[in-house]
């Protein structure tokens, strides 16, 4: 059974009009708000059960990461911004802008391995944190294509002394 790649995220591709309203909301004290109490917890299963076609970052190019905790060895699944870099996949560690990494970075720090999931396509892949300072900010330029509100988190975290990091995904 041959598989199916993870639908590719180009940055440089224009988004729809859509998509730039979306995330211009998402850039609100109202849509961050939205985005941490309302989305993040309605999300996973809104996706579960509609089978990806109703969830509220459907506008942006998302992914089911699932990771296994780095505690309790269980596999956790979290909702994620990607894009792609060739042939690898980026994630960032954002997690709204908020004070503390998300959980799903720590669990890929204690075991790299990792699946992504999206419209019946993904697979197995192995994360890798991008330290080097040039390519860090290349790939932030990226991703503000993807979703201009990093910026807004950056500066957020800047302010507490937090780096959010970005994670290079690798198929396997």
């Not at 890798?128 to 910026?151: C, N, S």
Request: glycine content about 10%; some cysteine; aromatic content about 10%.
């Amino acid at each position: 059974m041959a598989t199916v790649d993870l639908p590719r995220v180009d940055p440089d591709r224009p988004q729809s009009a859509l998509a730039r309203a979306y995330a211009a909301f998402g850039r609100t004290r109202t849509g961050r708000w939205v985005a941490i109490n309302v989305a993040a917890p309605l999300d996973r299963p809104l996706m579960r059960y509609s089978r990806g076609r109703i969830g509220f970052g459907l506008m942006l190019p998302w992914a089911e990461l699932t990771t296994r905790g780095a505690k309790s060895g269980a596999d956790r699944t979290a909702a994620i911004l990607y894009f792609h870099d060739a042939e690898d996949v980026i994630v960032i560690a954002s997690s709204f802008g908020r004070d503390k990494h998300p959980a799903w970075y720590h669990n890929l720090r204690s075991h790299p391995e990792c699946g992504l999931q999206r419209r019946g396509g993904g697979g197995r892949y192995v994360a890798e944190e991008v330290t080097d300072e040039a390519e860090r900010d290349r790939l932030w330029a990226q991703g503000d294509k993807i979703y201009p509100g990093y910026a807004d988190y950056r500066a957020r975290v800047r302010a507490i002394g937090r780096k959010i990091p970005i994670l290079r995904l690798r198929r396997t």
